[in-house]
T-cell receptor
Framework: NAGVMQNPRHLVRRRGQEARLRCSPM?????VYWYRQLPEEGLKFMVY????????ESGMPKERFSAEFPKEGPSILRIQQVVRGDSAAYFC?????????????FGSGTQLSVL | GQNIDQPTEMTATEGAIVQINCTYQ??????LFWYQQHAGEAPTFLSY????GLEEKGRFSSFLSRSKGYSYLLLKELQMKDSASYLC???????????FGTGTQLKVEL
């Protein structure tokens, strides 16, 4: 009974490197969401994807950040040329996609630390 | 813009009752969620309100007033394990975009 799986749990990168965060949604879920959480702050929406489509990327920085959810395999959040300000917890959530306003199921997050 | 306000932190005693308030001013409203998040862990679903009134689920209840842009989460018979951050979140606009408040850090003491 796997829930939303994220890996790695912790990721350390040096400034200028690339970070790849992976998210496998719950079985049967076709909608994926990425959120970022900074210390003492709330979860900030980044991007909402369905299989092979980006539905809403209004919360994602225009540069260096990209996301995909391919037909096969996990969703990937990619951060190029990381900077210290990218250090945060990145959470992925999924929902079935049957209707609007569905409950989101969250993964345990990836803690990204940029040195 | 979207604005969701909740107190930053609260302290309560084991066995007591605590009410965590949330007010929101959003463009569009399609329902309000409460999530619980322990430090370093995934947020977990507690409750969902889309109509005015009280939803009760065991020790947890959630209330919504759409006309006032107001909700609260009520926790009864507090236990030490209830110490966590409680997140208020609103579905805004179309689709499934969930906007979160900054969370209320609840500390339960003996």
């Amino acid at each position: 009974n796997a829930g939303v799986m994220q890996n790695p749990r912790h990721l350390v990168r040096r400034r200028g490197q690339e970070a790849r965060l992976r998210c496998s949604p719950m079985k049967g879920h076709s909608h994926v969401y990425w959120y970022r959480q900074l210390p003492e702050e709330g979860l900030k929406f980044m991007v909402y994807l369905q299989k092979e489509n980006i539905i809403d990327e209004s919360g994602m920085p225009k540069e260096r950040f990209s996301a995909e959810f391919p037909k096969e395999g996990p969703s990937i959040l990619r951060i190029q040329q990381v900077v210290r300000g990218d250090s945060a917890a990145y959470f992925c959530a999924s929902s079935p996609g049957f209707s609007l306003n569905e409950k989101l199921f969250f993964g345990s997050g990836t803690q990204l630390s940029v040195l | 813009g979207q604005n969701i306000d909740q107190p930053t932190e609260m302290t309560a005693t084991e066995g007591a009752i605590v009410q965590i308030n949330c007010t929101y001013q959003t463009s569009g409203f399609n329902g309000l969620f409460w999530y619980q998040q322990h430090a370093g862990e995934a947020p977990t679903f507690l409750s969902y309100n889309v109509l005015d009134g009280l939803e009760e689920k065991g020790r947890f209840s959630s209330f919504l007033s759409r006309s006032k842009g107001y909700s609260y989460l009520l926790l009864k018979e507090l236990q030490m394990k209830d110490s966590a951050s409680y997140l208020c979140a609103v579905f805004t606009g179309g689709g499934n975009k969930l906007t979160f408040g900054t969370g209320t850090q609840l500390k339960v003491e003996l």
